[in-house]
């Protein structure tokens, strides 16, 4: 069986600390899978926030729409873990983005999952793809050097 393999972008563009809530913990006892990827949200959630932007549905006019998502799965977080989640800036296009992921347990250095979303620019009055504003492009691009 083939397995998904993430390799992480060297253009680092933000790092946070969340915490495993109770309501993150599966029957295993341990981090829930849907749970990384809530994880992987609220770690971009704050990305654009950390931008100036209010939210994922205010940027410039548009909004963002998750278009495809890799996870690969590496360790187990357990309730009140403080997960290091580092942002990773991949492809640009016109109207879209790659953000890669990486959560590890701060203490001791753990690896939890590496993680990829697609990201498009979206008009959801429209309820259309659109292209990404000139003003977060030129941020973005600033952080590819």
Known sequence: MSRIKIVLPETKVFETTLTVRISDINYGNHLGNDSVLSLMHEARFQFYKSLGYPDELSIDGVGTIQVDTAIQYKGEGFHGDAIKAEVFLGDLS??????????????????????????????????????????????LAKFKG
Not at 104 to 122: C, D, M, Q
């Open 94 to 139: 016109a109207k879209s983005m790659d953000l890669y992921y990486r959560l590890s347990v701060e203490n001791p250095n753990k690896l939890i999952a590496l993680g990829k979303t697609g990201i498009a620019f979206y008009n959801y009055t429209e309820r259309k793809v659109s292209n990404m504003p000139d003003s977060i492009a030129n941020t």
